[in-house]
């Protein structure tokens, strides 16, 4: 058997941070034709590297084959279409970004960031793998490369003489199996006195607040403030800045630069993060270890309340398929023996099925049509803007349930 080694620091993986036990891609959804095909399913296993405390899955599947088509299209989500726009204003502002200098984003999906760039006057160049995406960037005159980053994509794009004075990725960093080549190619692409913005969720808060159902193969890692900072000066790029988030329930902006660029110091931020995982236990096993039965009980709990709410007869329908959904569907086993079908905004998502659980998905004016007791709102994250939006299951007495932290009726 092939022994299990930390993808950054190569310690062998011994200690068990949750097993959510086996489920699929949580972004392959079925089609008609599927229904009558079986499904893949992995184990969702994730391991804590006790040397530098990288939280991460095996790989099963490669990239390529999970995202060479993907059905995740960030523009679909108001208020992440009002956080990109509001980081454009943040970062032309700080980094005095104009029409001499250049933006590229890793994992640029449908361009949904870059257009704000774009509207402002500053060059922008997109870098994303799954072509069906790319093709509505491209479509919105979003110069895109349909490619993986790594060190050659850097060096081809250097050679062209096009790096970065801003590179940004966002909810990219747990993509990436191999975070060697990742990294050391965004050293290569940056500027001498360019910066590197990335985010993604913050291992913190998923502990914190019991998020397991963020991890899915597609998410490779969970990462720390201490971890990455780690992953970066093992490349000669230094964190000078780090802000917590509240976007998907919980995210860390990290900022970084070349070690030689002196022009940007290390803010207080980035003191005060380290700070409070520490603090929080982030650099003792006991803390990771103590994860998987906070899960468990949370899984009987959301049974528990399924089981009476069917008991009562009553009907239940649920917003969103994302990924995130998936997770907890398939490790909660519900199917559509509680939950009816689910609803979604996006077309490219409509008509087809939930992964594992088989559960289809509607246009959101179904839940109008029948009039759901209950609306379990799968992606929690966004859960005001999508209140917001279904405020008509009031009407009938109808309410909202989110499932993570806690069973909680709205």
């Known amino acids: 058997m092939k022994q299990r080694v930390c993808r950054f620091c190569g310690t ?56 060479g088509e993907y059905t995740y299209f960030s523009s679909y989500a108001e208020s992440w279409l009002k956080h990109a726009r509001d ?10 970004l104009d029409k001499n200098s250049q933006v ?48 050659d994509t850097a060096d081809k794009l250097e050679r062209e003489e096009k790096r970065a004075d801003l590179l940004v990725g966002n909810n990219v960093l747990a993509h990436v199996p191999d975070l060697h080549d990742f990294v050391a190619g965004m050293k290569i ?56 988030l509240p976007t998907h329930g919980g995210s860390l902006r990290i900022y970084a630069r070349h070690n030689e660029d002196e022009t940007k110091p290390e803010t207080l931020q980035v003191t005060q993060l380290l700070g409070l995982e520490e603090t929080a236990g982030l650099r003792q096993l006991d803390t990771y270890q103590d994860f998987s039965e906070q899960v468990k009980k949370t899984k009987r709990n959301i049974l528990g309340f399924l089981i009476q709410a069917k ?3 009553k009907k239940l329908a649920g917003y969103g398929a994302p990924a995130k959904g998936n997770t907890l569907l398939n490790y909660c086993g519900i199917r559509t023996d509680f939950i009816d079908y689910t609803v979604d905004r996006s077309p ?8 594992g659980t088989r559960i289809p998905v509607e246009a959101p004016d179904k839940i109008r049509e029948t009039r759901p007791d209950y609306v379990v709102i799968l992606p929690w994250n966004l859960k005001e803007e999508i209140m917001e939006q279904m405020s008509c299951i009031r009407e009938w007495g109808g309410r909202f349930v989110i499932l993570i932290p806690e069973v909680t009726v709205m």
């Open 311 to 313: 008991k009562e007869g």
């Open 12 to 67: 062998t993986l011994k200690y068990s941070f949750v097993d959510l036990g086996v489920s699929p891609l949580a972004n392959s959804l079925v089609n008609q034709e599927g229904l009558l095909a079986g499904e893949v399913f992995y184990p969702l296993h994730a391991y804590v590297c006790e040397s530098c405390f990288l939280v991460q899955l095996e790989e099963f599947e490669t990239p390529q084959n999970i995202f």
């Open 104 to 151: 590229i984003e890793i994992a640029s999906n449908d361009g949904y960031l870059l257009k704000y760039f774009k509207e402002a006057g500053i060059p922008v160049l997109g870098i994303e793998p799954a072509a069906n995406v790319a093709q509505a960037a491209r479509e919105k005159d979003i110069p895109t490369l349909v490619e993986f980053f790594g060190r």
């Open 348 to 355: 490219y998502k409509q008509g087809m099925y939930l992964p």
């Open 189 to 244: 692409l940056l500027k001498p006195q360019g910066v590197i913005t990335m985010e993604f969720p913050h291992l913190l808060r998923l502990i914190q607040d019991n998020q397991f159902d963020t991890i899915y193969h597609e998410h490779f890692s969970y990462f720390s403030c201490g971890t990455v900072r780690e992953i970066f000066a093992s490349h000669g790029l230094t964190l000078f800045d780090a802000e917590e």
């Open 87 to 96: 980081y454009t204003e943040m970062a032309v502002s700080r980094f005095q």
